[in-house]
């Protein structure tokens, strides 16, 4: 802080004890108001016995969607799956029975039909079998259509919440969070897998390999050591692949998160030729995440081959053997057959899971992401629903430096708005204005120090609470793709017409809006075609005043405005004064600052000069700087 500031100091400092009061209510993740179990239920639950009134006038508690439980719904999808796996198994364990009728049949027509000439046994025998058959291919189906609506539940349960606690963690960082949800897609596909199907045989094998034991001591010893072989074999592949399949999977991520944002930037790319460029980096990721899938499934393939071959190979030794022990008279020629094929039914499942190795290693930690996501989500911590904020903003001792880097952004910021109070910050490019302006609405958390509305931390504030009383117009305008409408209304559908009228009229778009030939249904394009820059601009104007908003910050509101665009900004400005909003604007232009009651000038990230404007603009003349020129921070140095 510069000693020769004396406009900073006198701002007010909250008293302690009020603070711990307000805080020592909302200990972290403690309080639980109502429960419910997740995003996917639609009712609403309102706190005490005040109505919900959407905006809520002061002293109103504030309508709150149901609170997010990810554990619950986690939960309930994982119940969701074992109970119907449980259900499966009985299907599993009845149809791997009734597939033992064909080598029933073989056994029963060699050794008493051909030897006794029965017909009538023939005949009943054949009716039996036939049943079995069909039975055992009945649920055969039963169990797949199970799992089938197993995997879609398992969708319905978690998609929403993934991709709820996606969109918070992706605040943290580039986004890679939102892939996430690509990973149930994998978990899904797991469940309708042959491999589960495998996985699921596998606990019936023993009951094979005791059939086989039955028939001849001999022949089991045979099963027994196969299986051993083919189990060495399952590690053995899931030790060669793991590494190579994991590589392949993070190219492919990359190539994706590439892909998205050739998407998002499709213009520029076209208009500045770089279609090349940007499909070589995508196609080096593609390539790599390929051959790591070559070199993998070559092992994978490989290993499935020898343990083919190796269940084939039983299957002769068990022929030979048992046509050996027949010759000895131990056994019939039509045990020796029945033998073979349940010893093929008992490898089966082995086989099957040891080709479908990687999708079960896949989705395993395609489940794990997805249980970290959940369980670590912020959202999951209920916070106390406070009366809908004054507008004070307290910042103290602010200290931002970018994760990863060494750079200090912001240094030591503090100060203090009343409700009501509006603010300039101005400062040359690269200050950190922007960044301050982020910190304000909570879009980027502070290294260290707090930002405090209403005396309460932002990180404290209910989310969905706080982002209905606040309004933000970011430096980088966009829009969604939707109607003009339902952006003006932040895409809420309970949004009523007068409010959207009133945040239209504010920022002084209903006009140009009214123009246009669809009027407030005009669709606005992903690129958002067909306003133009300074429409978009101040449709995010009124986006930002949308709902009564407490406290707005607009980052550059009038970078891209003509006259009337800035007599409109004037005119929200002058309404938030009268409606007591506090109001922090982001400003390279000195002609807002008439409408200011005090200033921040930021200087290489710390506070260089703040207090009332008349102050400060006296002492910015003082040192020879004239504001009309635009450029205040480096003079300061
Ligand atoms: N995530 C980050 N990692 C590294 N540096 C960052 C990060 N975010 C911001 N910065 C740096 O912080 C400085 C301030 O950036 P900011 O966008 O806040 O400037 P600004 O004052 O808004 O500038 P302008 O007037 O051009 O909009 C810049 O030098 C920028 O490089
Ligand atoms: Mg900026």
New binding site residues.
């Given amino acids: 802080m510069p000693a020769n500031d004396r406009i900073i100091e006198p701002e007010i400092e909250p008293k302690p004890t009020v603070r711990e009061a307000t805080e020592a209510k909302a200990p972290e993740g403690m309080i639980t108001i109502d429960a419910d179990t997740g995003p996917l239920r639609s009712e609403t639950k309102t706190f005490g016995k005040q109505p919900s009134t959407g905006g809520g006038g002061d002293g109103t508690f504030h309508k709150r969607l149901p609170p997010v439980d990810f554990s619950a719904s986690l939960k309930a999808g994982v119940t969701a799956v074992r109970r119907n796996l449980a259900i499966v198994m009985l299907f599993t364990i009845a149809s791997n029975i009734l597939v033992l009728a064909i080598p029933t049949y073989l056994f029963q027509i060699s050794d008493r039909v051909l030897t006794s000439r029965s017909l009538d046994t023939l005949v009943m025998l054949t009716i039996v079998i036939i049943g079995a058959v069909i039975l055992q291919a009945a649920f055969d189906a039963l169990r797949r259509f199970i799992l089938m609506r197993t995997a879609v539940e398992i969708a319905a349960q978690l998609g929403a919440p993934i991709l709820s606690a996606a969109a918070r963690a992706s605040l943290q960082s580039n986004g890679r969070e939102y892939q996430v949800l690509g990973d149930l897609q994998q978990v899904r596909s797991f469940l309708v897998s042959r491999t589960l199907l495998s996985f699921l045989d596998a606990p019936i094998a023993p009951l094979f390999v005791v059939a086989v034991f039955l028939i001849h001591p001999h022949l089991g010893c045979i099963v027994v050591l196969t299986a051993l072989m083919l189990l060495v074999f399952t590690q053995i592949n899931q030790r060669m692949t793991a590494e190579p399949f994991a590589e392949a999977n993070t190219a492919q991520v990359k190539a994706n998160l590439h892909l998205e944002s050739m998407s998002r930037n499709s213009q520029i790319i076209n208009a500045l030729a770089m279609i090349p460029e940007t499909v070589q980096i995508w196609g080096k990721d593609t390539a790599s995440s390929l051959k790591s899938q070559v070199i993998a499934q070559d092992r994978n393939i490989t290993i499935a081959a020898i343990s083919k071959a190796c269940r084939l190979l039983t299957q002769i030794a068990m022929l030979g053997w048992g046509a050996f022990l027949s010759i000895e008279g131990q056994l019939t020629g039509g045990m020796v057959i029945a033998a073979s094929i349940i010893a093929g039914r008992a490898l089966a499942p082995i086989e099957g899971a040891i080709e479908g190795w990687n999708q079960y290693s896949q989705s395993r930690a395609a489940y794990a992401r997805i249980t970290a996501l959940l369980k670590s989500s912020p959202l999951n911590f209920d916070r106390l629903n406070l009366p809908k904020p004054e507008g004070r903003l307290d910042v103290e001792r602010l200290l931002y430096v970018p994760q990863g880097t060494k750079r200090v952004v912001l240094n030591g910021i503090s100060f203090a708005l009343q409700p009501g109070d509006s603010l300039a910050i101005i400062g040359n ?1 690269g200050a950190g ?2 960044t301050l ?1 982020k910190m304000l609405v909570g879009s980027i958390l502070p290294t260290s120090g707090s930002v405090r509305l209403d005396l309460m931390d932002l990180r404290n504030w209910d989310q969905r609470q706080f982002g209905e009383n606040i309004g933000y117009l970011p ?1 980088d305008v966009q829009l969604f793709p939707g109607t003009i409408k339902a952006n003006i209304a932040r895409m809420r559908l309970d949004a009523d017409d007068e409010q959207i009228y009133r945040a239209a009229m504010l920022a002084d778009v209903h006009e140009m809006i009214a123009s246009l030939p669809h009027g407030y249904e005009t669709v606005v394009a992903a690129d958002g075609a067909p306003l133009s820059g300074g429409q978009k601009q101040r449709i995010a104007l009124a986006r930002a005043f949308f709902g009564d908003p407490r406290m707005v910050v607009l ?2 509101p009038n970078s891209n405005l003509d006259n009337a665009g800035d007599t409109a900004l004037l005119q929200a400005l002058r309404h938030a004064k009268e409606h007591k909003i506090t109001v922090a604007t ?1 400003t390279q232009r000195p002609s807002l600052l008439s409408s200011v009651d005090k200033v921040l000038l930021l200087a290489n990230g710390t506070v260089a000069l703040f207090g009332m404007r008349a102050d400060v603009l006296k002492a910015i003349e003082a040192r020879g700087i004239d504001i009309n020129t635009g450029s205040f921070g480096h003079q300061l140095q």
Wanted: no cysteine; net charge negative; glycine share 12%.
């Fill in positions: 490019s204005k922007t302006g430096q980052d550059e982001i």
